[in-house]
């Protein structure tokens, strides 16, 4: 397939102006005070919204 018409850059830059990276959220765990993402269940301890909702290995030391 050949490329008919050439976009110039304005064009190119307009669509490309929602591709970039945005900061992730973070917020800190109520129950452990780790920093963890917004809705998602917290890493360290399992809990979200006040329940257990993933069991947690303990670390080796």
């Known amino acids: 397939m050949v ?6 850059r ?3 830059g307009k669509r ?6 945005k900061e992730v959220n973070l917020q800190d765990c109520p129950n452990c005070a ?4 917004t809705h998602i269940a917290c890493k360290e301890c399992g809990m ?3 329940k257990v ?4 290995k ?3 030391a």
């Open 58 to 60: 303990a670390k080796k």
């Open 34 to 37: 780790a920093m963890i993402k």
């Open 3 to 8: 490329v008919r018409m050439r976009h110039t």
């Open 10 to 12: 304005a064009h190119t």
């Open 16 to 21: 490309r102006s929602h591709h970039a990276l």
């Open 53 to 56: 909702v993933r069991k947690v």
């Open 48 to 50: 979200y919204k006040g």
